[in-house]
């Protein structure tokens, strides 16, 4: 062996001690798995719990908060469950859930596109920005309640 290769060698023997000193030698058991987005709402298990709202899945940008005293807010109401508030942030939100026996929404700045479900029919409602609209029970009193299963929020032109 030539000095030049010996060398050569012992720098690179002595990068490869120096890297696994460190702990920078990765393999296939230290690779996180690859992050996968499942939209599910955080915490929905226990809201549904505390508060009896199935939040499914949304994008973030439709989220539930105290309503207050605060006028700014999207809100839902059902005759069993009580007055539900969100916070939209950004120019579109979209929020799944399922809230049962909803008569009452309200848009904030956004126009808002709800999914409902009265029996077996599944409709959609316009609600323009910052007024109410009623649905279900709430538009019709004949009518079967509606179960509120969308809400898509859109920036009003």
């Known amino acids: 062996m030539s000095a030049r290769f010996f060398s050569r060698l012992m720098v690179i023997g002595m990068a490869g001690a120096v ?14 798995p690859p992050t996968e987005e499942n939209y599910d709402y955080p915490g929905a298990e226990k809201i549904f719990q505390e508060r009896g709202i199935l939040l ?23 005759r069993s469950k009580g007055r539900f508030c969100f ?12 809230l049962p026996q909803a008569y009452l929404l309200k848009a904030d700045s956004h126009v ?16 323009p920005k910052t007024e109410f609209k009623s649905i279900g029970e709430g538009a019709d009193p004949n ?6 299963l969308e809400l898509k929020a859109t920036a009003a032109g």
């Open 112 to 127: 808002i596109q709800a999914t409902i479900t009265i029996k077996d029919r599944t409709d959609s409602v316009t609600v």
């Open 56 to 78: 499914r899945k949304g994008d973030g940008h439709i989220l539930l908060v105290d309503c207050g005293n605060r006028n700014d807010l999207v809100e839902a109401w059902s």
């Open 87 to 98: 916070q939209v942030s950004g120019s579109t939100g979209y929020l799944s859930m399922e």
């Open 19 to 32: 890297s696994v000193l460190s702990g920078n030698v990765s393999s296939a058991e230290d690779t996180p």
């Open 143 to 148: 009518s079967p309640p509606a179960t509120l």
